[in-house]
């Protein structure tokens, strides 16, 4: 059997070019044939939708030039375990093949199998990017990695891999948009601008009705956020003249934004900085103020 280089990197890594078999059958790390009633599915797939289209497309594919990739398993017990190929055991077994072409490798834990699992899909572009962030926050809690291990193993950013998880903070049924790709991961970004849960929704079901462009959403949720604080400032006590004034001679003598918060009776004056240096730059003034 020929064998091929078109798994993803972080399989093939794994995987040794020579194919071996030993007296008493397949070896771990290499490449034969193994029965297809006996490999079981992944438990850590992080794919959850599989196109029926896609499948059937696949199956003719097979039919009409063989089985290109192999599928990769783990040997457990009296059985194999599925790590990477799921569409295409699927789709054997649907054909009725007895036998599908499959790397053996050895796989320990439940961490490297969702590790694996995740690259494989990931590196071919199978997952949605709810399924991504799933899987990468699988990755955080089951592995006990950190965002910046995850995006290290993923070879991504690690601001793609917040931006991915990020979406996880959407209701279910945004989400769910996501994956049937009603709404792209760039229209649910512009979405979570939003702290709102109702007007998520509004501008949400506004955007699936009209097909708007990522652009018009964004510009939904900055006038929804422009309404908002029209509406904080309006409930907001009115401020003397006098209080405005001092506010701007203060902000003048700090050079950065004063605010005073007056009540009733007495009040508090609020002076920002950004930044370990402009601290001690305002803590100079003050000490000049009281020479």
């Known amino acids: 059997m020929r064998k091929t280089n078109r798994l993803g990197r972080g399989l093939s890594a794994l995987i040794p070019?020579?194919?071996?078999?030993?007296?008493?059958?397949?070896?771990?790390?290499?490449?034969?044939?193994?029965?297809?009633?006996?490999?079981?599915?992944?438990?850590?797939?992080?794919?959850?939708?599989?196109?029926?289209?896609k499948l059937e497309e696949l199956k003719n594919s097979i039919q009409e030039n063989g089985i290109i990739q192999p599928i990769t398993v783990r040997k457990k017990?009296?059985?194999?375990?599925?790590?990477?190929?799921?569409?295409?055991?699927?789709?054997?077994?649907?054909?009725?093949?007895?036998?599908?072409?499959?790397?053996?490798i050895d796989i320990q834990t439940k961490e490297e199998m969702l590790e694996l699992a995740l690259?494989?899909?990931?590196?071919?572009?199978h997952l949605n990017p709810i399924e991504q962030a799933q899987a990468y926050q699988r990755l955080i809690d089951e592995c006990k990695l950190t965002q910046d291990e995850v995006a290290k193993k993923i070879g991504k950013d690690r601001s793609t891999i917040t931006n991915f998880i990020r979406l996880l903070k959407l209701p279910a049924k945004i989400q769910e948009s996501v994956q049937k790709e009603e709404i792209s991961m760039g229209h649910a970004r512009a979405l979570l601008a939003i702290d709102d849960q109702q007007a998520q929704f509004k501008i949400w079901q506004k955007t699936v009705k009209n097909k708007l462009s990522v652009r018009k959403v964004e510009q939904l949720v900055k006038d929804f956020q422009n309404k908002k604080e029209i509406e904080a400032q309006s409930k907001r006590p009115k401020r003397s003249v006098f209080i405005q004034k001092m506010e701007s001679e203060l902000r003048e003598i700090f050079g950065t934004k004063v605010n005073i918060h007056s009540r009733k009776e007495g009040g508090t004056i609020e002076i920002e900085f950004y930044s370990p240096e402009d601290l001690n730059r305002l803590y100079e003034i003050i000490e000049r103020l009281k020479e």
């Open 119 to 125: 690259i494989e899909n990931v590196q071919r572009d």
């Open 77 to 104: 017990d009296n059985h194999y375990e599925l790590i990477a190929g799921e569409r295409r055991l699927r789709a054997v077994s649907d054909l009725g093949y007895e036998k599908i072409p499959a790397y053996i």
């Open 17 to 53: 070019e020579k194919e071996h078999l030993t007296e008493s059958g397949p070896a771990a790390g290499f490449l034969t044939e193994v029965e297809v009633a006996l490999v079981r599915p992944n438990p850590f797939q992080p794919r959850q939708d599989f196109d029926p289209q």
